[in-house]
């Protein structure tokens, strides 16, 4: 018997009542009837097409066996396309669909949208550092709106892989190494997409991915093979996947990697027994790009045919680009190697995302609208305020007695160096959307707003990946007559991201020569790290006074860091990843298993976990992140110190904080839960609640949590979630690594 993750359930009952009282969606029974009403005209040619995805402007000349793709949408062969086009191209395509068809059944058009349309948020791992579920949404339905406008109406997004190792590059679209934090966040994304009817002209069909695991890849090395027990999954991986699909997300998308010997774009247990049978999810799961039939090399299809078949049979429902359900499903059929029976399933969950859409009633986008829905002002401002949230102050030493930051607008001089002081296309990140380079406001462009050029000077002082000496020594003049040296290093977009995992993850270039050499002046320092990943920069925390990790921050980069820098904005981000000291200790999160021999063990100090020649913890937790005051946890209280397991209202947690600093700040307040005693051994730590709590200069606030018995469960020995007798230990905290708990006993 398997029930829903309580975790989840708690989630889902949110979600559900989110999507209930707003979202009208996939599930909404008045669709059942016009489903079967389309299915029973259909021809087997005509439901297969509309299984088959093709990109737009991709060949699919002669050598692919295939017509050109206009002339395939006229016959009726096609039911999606993907990819960024003029809206008029998307609306001559959908009127080659509706004319050429006998049914006059639309294509869907879908776009990685990730983190923005054409007014690009920071990348999905900054936007994650803000902990603001609300944000994060407001900042899909500004996505929503942009690229609705522009004839999109299903975006690859929300991301919701957890991702525990930096190495892997897609970490940067990811929201971290939380299962719970991860699943507040998709359902977030998911409510900003789709909106409150997703047959809104301004919604988007949102396509949770990538199911499930890819981002386990075995040495963070992308697109590598990933073996996660059971219970791992039903604990880590999957609860954001549910959420989405609690919170009504019309789509799944299959992922790449291989899970446990089976690829998840050909695996049964996960794409049926768990998302099918399990949770009773209705939607389409479209496969990854040529995801069905890179099964060949994955080495469990023999040719195309075998690969259709394996990825159709196991429930992957649409083929993105590889054609291979184009050319072989109705052959598959006919053969009686597929059922007709399976065939209107996977038709069904298509026709249900178009008609929850509202595609048929309307399937053109009014072009008029396009060039006004974007980069409107409050899009702008959200997008600065965006950024300002998903920094996170990793370090501010004092200097001269004070904390360096915030800069005082007394400062006279300042030195702005290094490559990603006036870059436009890396503020983007990854997965851009039709985000442009001209539309962002550079830090340097701000500095120059700001203290005008009699009192900024900047200097590259070295390229991303390589420099020479007269830079250097260019950039080194440009320091004498600064107070201060800001410097802006780290990544470019294509450094992290899809394929693009790292071995080492230090500055690359010459940009660590350049920082010791800034450092040298005996000039006060602060680093403006930009990254798609945490980087393993030991030296720069030691001997930089401040570092803030800005990660991709978007298009209003410059005027998010000049508030945070001069202090109009507090930093409030707090990680969503455990910042690692070095690459070796990879992969790394807070929520562990304790181990047999753990570190803190009394009475064993050599035979316990660890390495000869690195740190067990990391250089940064997850949750942390600094602010420009300081905040006080008062103790961890309970409303019971015994807990009943059938007890569902659980129990309430609270604890005083109070903001101890001279300026107002915001804090993530963080609820961690641990079980000991249970039939299977479970985390250190464990998130379970947060809050975002705004405090004046000594004002204080009791922070309170309701923690329902089902948060308290676990997946068991017997691989079904239950709430077990066991020790339970509650922190209230700033972080994963901080704060004193409180004892609770969950009794039979
Ligand atoms: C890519 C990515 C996936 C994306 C898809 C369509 O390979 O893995 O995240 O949505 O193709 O662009």
Not at 15 to 23: D, I, L
Not at 163 to 183: F, K, M, N, Q, V
Request: net charge neutral.
């Amino acid at each position: 018997m398997v029930t829903c993750h309580p975790l989840l359930s708690a989630i889902c009952l949110l979600a559900s009542f989110a999507a209930s009282s707003a979202t009208i969606g996939i599930d909404d029974p008045s669709l059942d009837a016009k489903v079967e009403a389309l299915l029973r005209q259909m021809t087997p040619e005509e439901k297969v097409a509309q299984l088959v995805q093709y990109p737009i402007g991709q060949p699919t000349g002669p050598e692919t066996g295939l017509v050109d793709l206009d002339s395939m949408i006229a016959r009726g062969q096609v039911g999606a396309l993907l990819g960024t086009a003029p809206v008029r191209r998307i609306n001559t395509y959908q009127r080659l669909a509706m004319q050429g068809s006998r049914l006059h059944i639309p294509l869907l058009f879908g776009l990685d949208v990730i983190h923005g349309y054409r007014t690009v948020f920071p990348i999905p791992l900054g936007l994650a550092s803000s902990w603001d579920t609300a944000l994060i949404e407001r900042t899909a339905r500004v996505a929503a709106r942009e690229a609705s406008a522009a004839g999109i109406r299903w975006t690859f997004s929300p991301m919701v892989d957890i991702a525990r190792d930096a190495r892997w590059g897609r970490i940067a679209e990811s929201a971290g190494e939380d299962p719970y934090l991860g699943s507040q966040i998709a359902a977030a994304y998911v409510r900003g997409y789709q909106g409150a009817r997703l047959d809104a002209p301004d919604s988007l069909a949102a396509c949770a991915k990538h199911f499930v695991g890819y981002g386990a890849a075995e040495g963070g090395r992308d697109y590598n093979t990933t073996e996660i027990s059971e219970h791992t999954l039903r604990e880590i991986y999957l609860p954001p996947f549910h959420a989405a699909v609690s919170t009504g997300a019309a789509s799944l998308m299959s992922a790449f990697n291989a899970l446990n010997g089976v690829p998840a774009s050909a695996n049964r247990f996960t794409l049926t027994q768990v998302l099918r049978e399990e949770w009773g999810f209705r939607g389409l799961v479209d496969s990854d790009w040529l995801a069905v039939a890179q099964l060949i090399p994955h080495g469990i299809a023999i040719n195309g045919a075998d690969a259709a078949e394996k990825a159709f049979e196991s429930g992957v429902d649409m083929d993105m680009t590889s054609g291979l359900y184009h050319r072989h499903l109705l052959d598959l059929i006919e053969a009686g190697r597929i059922s007709p029976a399976r065939l209107d399933e996977s038709v069904r969950r298509v026709l249900r995302v178009k008609l929850a859409l509202g595609l048929l009633e309307h399937p053109y986008t009014d072009e008029s609208q396009e060039s006004g829905a974007m980069l409107q002002p409050a899009a702008v401002v959200l997008a600065r305020e965006a950024a300002e949230r998903s920094f996170v102050l990793l370090k501010n030493a004092d200097v001269g007695g004070k904390p360096i930051l915030p800069l005082s607008d007394s400062v006279r001089h300042v030195a702005l160096i290094g490559p990603l002081a006036d870059d436009v296309t890396d503020m983007l990140g990854s997965w851009p959307g039709a985000g442009r380079g001209e539309d962002v406001v550079t830090l340097r462009q701000s500095f120059e707003e700001r203290l005008g050029n009699r009192r900024l000077r900047y200097a590259l002082g070295t390229g991303l990946t390589e420099g020479s000496d007269a830079a250097m020594r260019r950039a080194m003049r440009d320091t004498l007559r600064a107070d201060v040296i800001v410097m802006a290093l780290g990544e470019s977009h294509a450094m992290s991201g899809e394929a693009a995992s790292r071995a080492n993850l230090t500055l690359p270039g010459r940009q660590q020569e350049l920082l010791e050499k800034m450092v040298a002046t005996g000039k006060p320092v602060v680093l403006i790290l930009f990254s798609g990943r945490p980087l393993t920069l030991p030296w720069a925390f030691e001997k930089v006074p401040a570092v803030i990790a800005a990660w991709a921050p978007g298009i209003q980069v410059g005027p998010a860091l000049m508030r945070t820098l001069f202090g109009e904005s507090n930093p409030s981000g707090r990680l969503t990843v455990s910042w690692p000291r070095s690459v070796g200790q990879l992969p790394l999160y807070y929520n562990a298993l304790n181990t047999g021999r753990p570190r803190n063990n009394p009475t064993e100090k050599q035979y316990v976990t660890g390495y000869l020649d690195e740190e067990l913890t990391p250089q940064f937790p997850f949750g942390f992140g600094l602010s420009y005051t300081t905040f006080d946890y008062g103790p961890t209280q309970l409303s019971r110190q015994r807990l009943h397991v059938s007890t569902a209202e659980g129990l309430t947690a609270t604890a005083r904080v109070t903001n101890t600093g001279s300026r107002a700040g915001s804090e993530v307040v963080q609820l961690y839960v641990r079980l000991q005693g249970t039939s299977t051994a479970q985390p250190v730590r464990a998130l379970k609640g947060f809050q975002n709590i705004v405090l004046a200069p000594g004002e204080s606030r009791t922070a309170t949590f309701q923690l329902p018995s089902e948060t308290l469960a676990v997946w068991d020995i017997h691989n079904r979630y239950a709430v077990e007798p066991a020790r339970a230990t509650v922190w209230i905290a700033p972080d994963s690594a901080r704060g004193k708990g409180a004892e609770l006993e969950i009794v039979p």
